[in-house]
């Protein structure tokens, strides 16, 4: 895993949480942020970044339907029982299996997509030690985490002290 580099600070207060969000972001540098419970101003601030886990419960149940659908209509023309002449291939019958497997589809593969690109993110933009054992995040008090080189770092610093951190780390190569 690669060793973190940049500025991380703690607040107390909202507001000045999604202040320093602005501030960072309008450097051209996209943020993470810990959070003791989601707030919707936070996911304002950061500009409402977009995410693969509908597109992938799209496409699951998608396949989930088409699946619960094909799968007994091929059983029914392999193994053929004609019933008072009924239609063998019929719709409304398979509609339950349809459904049920798109259910099931969509929501055991989401829950697979997200752990999945949780595990992907957290290699792509490591957390500090530091902040990863700060308990506080867990309780009332929000983290803001910027990535940056060695000669932002300084600029990231001011920033978030200006908007009222209560604590503010660095961490160098």
Known sequence: MRKFVGVWGVFEYLDETTETIEKVREKGIQPTVITPCPRHE????????????????????????????????????????????KPIVAIPPFTIIGFELTILFTAIHTLVGLAVLGIIDSFRFPIPKGAKKYPRFQRDRFGVVVRCNNDKLNEFQEIMKKNGAEEVHVEKN
């Open 42 to 85: 936070i996911d304002h601030a950061l500009g409402n970044p977009g995410t693969l886990v509908p597109w992938i419960a799209l496409f699951f149940g998608i396949l989930g339907c088409l699946i619960g659908y094909s799968l007994p209509a091929w059983t029914a023309s392999d193994w053929v029982l004609p019933v008072s002449g």
